[in-house]
Each structure stands twice: as C-alpha cells, then as structure tokens.
C-alpha cells in the first residue's frame, strides 16, 4: 500500500509528495497552528451539540409532541450513528482525503441541522439527528488525522492534540449558556442552527489552512466490512443504552448476543483483506492497545459523573440549566489545563506516569463526590468533578496522541476512528453502568418511604426516579421531594465510590503498561 500527500494548498495547491510522511520532522509553522483552530471547530460544535439538545428539548417536546419512543429516539439516534460510523468514516477519509471527507461532513452536518431546526415531526428530527450522526462520525476522525499530518515534531503534535482534545469539553460547557440564551430569545430550532456558522467557517478556511492526505490503496472500499461494522458497533451500543433505562432484558441480552457474533466475523473478515476497513494488526501493538484500554476504562467513570453530577446540580440543589452549565465552567477549565499541560510535562516525564499522575487525581475527584451524603455542596462537586476533568483531559491528551503515534501515517484515520469510538463506548458504558448502580440504590432506599396512601401513578413516578419524582413535585406530600434528593445523592456516593476504586486501579495499569512509552523531549 502506498500513500500520497498534498502540500499546503496555498503553497503548491496541486503537489504531491512521495516521501513517507515520518521522514518529515519539520516544526509546524504559522499556518499548521491556524489550520489547527479549524480543525478545533468542528470539535467545539461536537460537544455544544449534546448539552443543547438537553435544553432545547422541552420545549421541542412541547412543539412536536412525540411519543415516550420517540423522544427517546430523538436523544439516542444521534449516538448511535455516530458511534456506528466512526470507523468506516476513518477509513474512508484515508482513502477519499481526510480534508476532503472533514469538508463534506461539515457541508453535511450543517445542512442536517438547518432539517432538525425546522422539523416539522417528531419522526423528520428523529432522522435529521441520525444525519447528524452520521455527519459527526466523518469529523472527529478526519480532524485527529489531520493533525497527524500537520504537526510532524512529537512534542508539538502531543501539544496540538492537547489541545484539540480540550475544546469537546469547552463546547459541553458552553452549551448550557449558548443554548439558554438562544432560547430565551428564539424558538427551539434555532439551537441547532448554531452549527451554520462553524460548518461555514470549516469550508471556507479548510482549503487555504489545511493538507490534504489519501492513501493510494490497492484494493477497493469494502462494503461488506461496512455492514459488518454496523452490524457489530449498533447492537451493542443499544445494549449499553438499554440496559441504562430497563435494566437487563432479554431484548438488550440477545442485542449483545448479536453484535458479539458480528464483531467476531468482523474481524475475522478484516484479517482476510488486503485493503481492509480496521487494520486488526494493530492491536499487536501493545501501546496502541494499552492506551485504547486506558482511554475506554477512564471514560466510563466520566460518562457516569457527567450523567449524576448534571442531575445532582439541577435535581437535588435546583439550579436552573444555565446556572448549572456555569457551574460546569471551573471543570471544563481543569481540562483545558490538563490537555495543554500534560504534553509539556510529557516532554520531561514518561506519559504513562503522567497519565497515571492525573487519574490518581481523577480517583480523588471521584472520592470528593462519594463525600457528598455528608459534605454537600456546590464548591465540594466543584472541585470533584474539576479533579475528574483534570484526569480526563490528561488521558485524551496524551492516550489519544499514543494511539495516533503508534499507528503508521497511512493508518492514521483508521485509528483515530478507534480511538474515538473506545470514548464514546466508554461514556454511554459509564451511562448505563454507574447510571443503573445509583438508579437501583435509589429505588431501595425510596421504596419503603413512600406513603401508602400516595396514588398509584404518583407512587411509580416517584420509585421510578428522581427525575420522575420532580415532574410530579406539586402532588407529593410535604417532605417526600427531599427523601428522593436524599436517596439519590446515596446512589450517587455509591457510585462515585466505585469510580474512585476503579480509577485508582487503572491509574497503576497505566503506571505499569505504559512505562516503556518515553517522554517525547
């Protein structure tokens, strides 16, 4: 397999270049840290995308008036393709151009937004959000990628990646203020046409800013290892989703059956291939798959303390959805700090025992919050939660730039795209996994203090959840509300305590199967 790359577009628009791109260690100039805020665009827009949709649905709801289905679907259609997608998406941009596939995508996602903005059901949102996804899918990995390409020096492409890693959470916490003020003043549709404005930006100043890169394959895109993907990503995705909202079943169990058995044929078919869409090879590569393993494991904790802090913030202290996403402001700037000062102290410190460092940080945030039963507070979840984030941002850092550094340039794409799918497995399995433990400590702690008396809907809408148990706050009688804040901040110290085990576990794996890894100065 060989692989071309095309110098800067407003160098020598059409030149291309045979010389392997590891044999060019040049330090990036004026126009790579340009290009690199494009590329941080559509990331920032990932990440306002799902804190938005939590605000905006109300009153969507309220416009469009789905079913109980429905509204689930318009929650989890996005995830689910994103998720399905990421790694034929990958694989793709190698192949078409990963400029190429990033604008097309942002040309896609922005035209899948303005459908959303003026849906006119609640089944043309529910396909407008899986557009979106897939849309998604065709970002994250092409601008990972592209990085590799541009920043040729170690030091700086761990730099540039700290960076690019940080603007996801900047944009989760900026969602709240954005979409507050956008809905205050506009209708919800106009949520998501903030995506216009990036995407435009993305198309105009993609061609003059960034390479562009394609590998000259040998064999043709398979088609059948795309429905295999699919086929294999999708139902475990939905066991993961479902498990969260019904507990184990038969339907989520035999959805898992299924994706197993695909994921097998998967890979034995990619195994066979010359040219195939996942390169399973590497993963004999032990750096490659240790920091998969650490970037997956990691996330799980933080997907579940994304999920329970949100809710603690407005559910038990009551803070509106503004006041709560200004509230997430001190955390999401841990991680800015993390992700721009975990490859600066790489230089000098192995990144595993940096890595290892900040989740022995991450694992005292989460004992923070365990503490919450007896220290409550917004300062003590806080600085919590600002401890995990300062974990995270150090892992999506330096994990993802010894994912991206392990694999050769032509495989680039292709490991980006796993990279980012361990992630976001790893946050919806920390969704269902953490979000179920507090669910069930919560119902056998509130079970045996609801009235006798209380009507039957009441009394299930309150065993069911504390979210449930708020909608129906005007029917309960005095004091009930508070017993449900009580028993749900004891499902979550339950379940940040077991964040805090984990962690600490994962923070001497990564110590020990990262050590080998040198620092890059």
């Known amino acids: 397999m060989s692989y071309e790359c095309d110098r800067r577009a407003i160098d020598t628009p059409q030149a291309l270049v045979e010389a392997p791109v590891s044999e060019r260690k040049r330090q990036a100039g004026l126009v790579e840290w340009a290009g690199l805020m494009v590329l941080a665009l559509p990331t920032v827009l990932l990440g306002l995308d799902v804190t938005l949709l939590y605000l905006a649905l109300p009153a969507l709801a309220a416009d469009l008036q789905p079913s109980s289905t429905q509204a689930l679907w318009i929650m989890d259609a996005y995830g689910f393709m994103i998720s399905g997608f990421l790694i034929t998406m990958g694989t793709l941009g190698d192949r078409l151009g990963r400029r190429r596939l990033l604008m097309i995508g942002a040309a896609a996602f922005g035209f899948a937004s303005v459908l959303a903005a003026y849906s006119t059901s609640a089944n043309m949102l529910i396909g407008a959000r899986a557009a979106l996804g897939v849309a998604g899918a065709t970002l994250m990995p ?11 020096d170690a030091r700086e492409r761990a730099l540039a990646i700290g960076l690019w890693a940080t603007m996801f959470a900047l944009g989760m916490a900026a969602g709240p203020l954005v979409g ?4 205050d003043h506009l209708w919800w549709g106009a949520a998501f046409l903030l995506a216009l404005p990036i ?5 105009v100043a993609a061609p003059m800013l960034l390479p562009e890169y ?13 429905a295999l993907s699919l086929a294999a990503i999708l139902p475990i995705i939905y066991f993961v989703k479902e498990s969260a909202k019904t507990g184990l079943s038969s339907a989520s169990a035999s959805a898992l059956t299924i994706g ?11 195994r066979m291939l010359s040219s195939p869409l996942l390169d399973v090879r590497l993963f004999a590569n032990a750096s490659f798959s240790s920091a998969l393993s650490i970037l997956f494991v990691g996330l799980i904790g933080v997907g579940g303390a994304m999920l329970l802090v949100t809710q603690y913030l407005q559910l038990v ?25 975990a490859p600066l102290l790489a230089r000098r410190i192995r990144p595993g025992f940096v890595m290892a460092g900040s989740l022995a940080l991450s694992a005292t945030g989460y004992l923070l919050l365990a503490l919450l039963p007896w220290a409550g507070g917004l300062a003590l979840v806080t600085a919590g939660y600002g401890l995990v984030y300062l974990g995270l941002g150090t892992i999506a850092a330096l994990g993802t730039d010894i994912v991206v550094g392990a694999a050769p340039p032509e495989k680039a794409g292709s490991a980006s795209a796993m990279s980012e799918t361990v992630q976001e497995l790893g946050i919806a399995v920390g ?5 179920s433990l507090t669910g069930a400590i919560y119902r056998s702690e509130i079970v045996e203090r609801i009235p006798a008396e209380l009507p039957g809907h009441i009394a299930g809408a309150v065993e069911d959840s504390l979210w449930a148990a708020s909608s129906v706050a005007d029917h309960l009688p005095a004091g009930l ?5 009580t028993c749900f901040t004891t499902g979550m110290s339950a379940a940040a305590a077991v964040a805090t085990i984990g962690t600490s576990i994962l923070a001497l794996l990564c110590a020990v199967t990262l050590r080998r890894i040198r620092n890059a100065g």
């Open 142 to 152: 092409s601008t990972l990628a592209l990085i590799s390409n541009m920043f040729l």
């Open 180 to 183: 507050g003020f956008v809905l």
């Open 199 to 203: 995407a435009g930006i993305v198309l």
């Open 214 to 226: 394609r590998v000259r394959a040998d064999g043709r895109f398979d088609l059948l290892s795309v």
């Open 260 to 270: 197993i058995i695909f994921a097998v044929v998967f890979v034995r078919r990619q």
């Open 317 to 341: 202290m009551g803070l509106p959805a503004v006041t709560a996403g200004m509230a997430m402001g001190p955390p999401a700037l841990m991680m800015l700090v993390a992700g721009v000062t």
């Open 431 to 435: 969704v269902a996994v953490l979000g």
């Open 481 to 485: 509300l508070d017993v449900a804040k």
